[in-house]
């Protein structure tokens, strides 16, 4: 890294999180030393961007680069450690820099939630990054660090506590409150071109272990929820829109763990709609609306009608106080084999999908540069919670609104134990 020019490229600096991810880093973030640049396709929307950042990014060099230039990838790449990218569909525009960023081992983070496509990058780009060096991150955002970081959370407090893994593991979804920007609703279509197109790919959609290894052998039964009540929350439960993204990257962190040989795993994520009747109607409503959306994209005429008159388009998203004023609360549910049970709570105090997701972003990329040692983890495609360790817990903590919490420990310890801890995993 030391004989890199740079530190971080931001690719995708003028995208709508791109923005924000940059105003972190020049007004909220300031990383000491950080040596990094801001890179897209526009060099007039570039401008546009450095002059609405003000003094302070005077410094910060500009770089002209098309998603579909290689060889403008490649020569960008060599110039940096890691490249950090918001340029998405990924599906659509993401290809030749994850390949230039593993034929010249250069480190990469993204906010893909497309899983068709970061099982095609698997697939046709892993081997060679092994050999070259680059460890390939995807799923940087609140899809998917929340849940996988989450779930790596609560089995280092029940390893911590119980001495074992749990092998049960569940999310639940008690708040959230955010929009989608016109580039999540364009990625979430293209998926469903993608499945009108492709056979292959609807396959895929409906394995839920579509991102472990194909050697992987230990494929528990997996539940999708659509609605039940559930006994270990005290709460009717229903679907959770990122459940798909979500379950398939944590199966994966499951699967290149190393106690994965050792234990059968199950996960799965939902939202609580909470008690009795009302609460099992809210579930209800829950599963059909997400039924009818899925529905609804799955035919192609009107996905097109979709795509023109109702999303919002690619550039735009929430509002930046809706973005400040956003949150979310997930709660984590764990059971061993032996039946020792554990909660755990993970919040963020901005709107999930930007204001939140650019944060953690931001400090993923920071994190892979300067606290993921090259010697321990070596190239590949990882995932946030096998590639992370205890520095991105210490950044998330004191540089972003993110929080994970033990709540309960059952059967409680004998000596008092640290119940409330425990910002520090
Ligand atoms: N994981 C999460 O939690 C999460 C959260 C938010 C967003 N996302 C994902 O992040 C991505 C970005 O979202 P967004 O709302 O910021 O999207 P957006 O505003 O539509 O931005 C897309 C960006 O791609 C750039 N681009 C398109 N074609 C290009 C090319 N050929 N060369 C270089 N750049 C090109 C665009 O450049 P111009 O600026 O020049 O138009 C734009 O900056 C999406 O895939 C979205 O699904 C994920």
Sequence with gaps: MANKEFEIIVFGATSFVGKIVCNYLVHEHREPNLRWAMAARSEVKLRKLKASLGQASVQIPLLVVDAGDESALRAMCERTAVIVSTVGPYALYGELLVRSCVSTGTDYCDLTGEPQWIRRMIHRYHAEAVVGGARIVHCCGFDSIPSDLGVKYLQQQAMQQFGSYCSEVKMRV????????????????????????????REQMTDIFSLCPADFQKRTPQQEIKVLYDKDFGSWAGPFVMAAINTRVVLRSNALRLHSDEQHFSYDEGTLTGLGRKGEKRARRLARGTGLLMRALSITLLRGFIKRFVVPK???????????????????FGRTAAGQEISVQVTDDRDPGYGATARILAQSALCLCREVDKEQIKGGFWTPATVFGDAMFARLRNFTGMR???????????VSPPIVSADRP
Excluded at 176 to 199: C, F, P, Q, V, W
Excluded at 321 to 332: K, V
């Design 404 to 414: 994970f919490n033990v709540q309960k420990i059952t059967p409680e310890p004998a």
């Design 314 to 332: 690619p550039g735009t998203g929430p509002s930046p106080e809706a973005q400040l004023t956003g949150c979310y609360d997930l709660r984590f």
């Design 174 to 201: 008690k708040n959230l409150k955010g929009g989608a920007s016109g580039g999540t609703i364009a990625s979430m279509l293209n998926l469903y071109d993608e499945m009108d197109r492709d056979h292959a790919v």
